[in-house]
């Protein structure tokens, strides 16, 4: 007991957990900070890998469109709905089902 008591009359302990109590709780980059960086920075990877997903996906669609002229007739006809000049398009809008 005498041993714990000296321990923590020491002025070299005392300055020891004084600066490690700081470094922990209370400096600019605590550790609470640090969870917070470190969350964000796998949420920031996990949006970079779906955006570069979603990149090489367009990308193949473009030269599939570039390469290929059916391609591109079918991509305008569906997205855009573009049609030829002598064809009339019909749009068959289907209603949600009333839940009763």
Do not use: C
Not at 14 to 23: G, K, P, S
Not at 36 to 47: D, G, M, N, P, S
Not at 75 to 91: G, Q, S, T
Request: net charge negative; glycine share 2%; proline share 1%.
């Amino acid at each position: 007991m005498k041993r714990l008591i000296g321990l923590f009359g020491n002025k070299f302990f005392l300055v020891t957990v004084a600066f490690a109590a700081w470094l922990i709780f209370f400096d600019k980059n605590d550790l609470l900070s640090h969870y917070e960086y470190h969350q964000q920075l796998e949420k920031l990877k996990a949006e970079r890998d779906f955006y570069q997903k979603e990149t090489d996906k367009v990308t193949k669609d473009l030269d599939e469109l570039s390469s290929n002229p059916q391609q591109l007739e079918k991509f305008a006809r569906e997205k855009y709905l573009m049609k030829k000049d002598n064809e009339d398009v019909f749009l068959v809008v289907r209603e949600k089902a009333v839940e009763e």
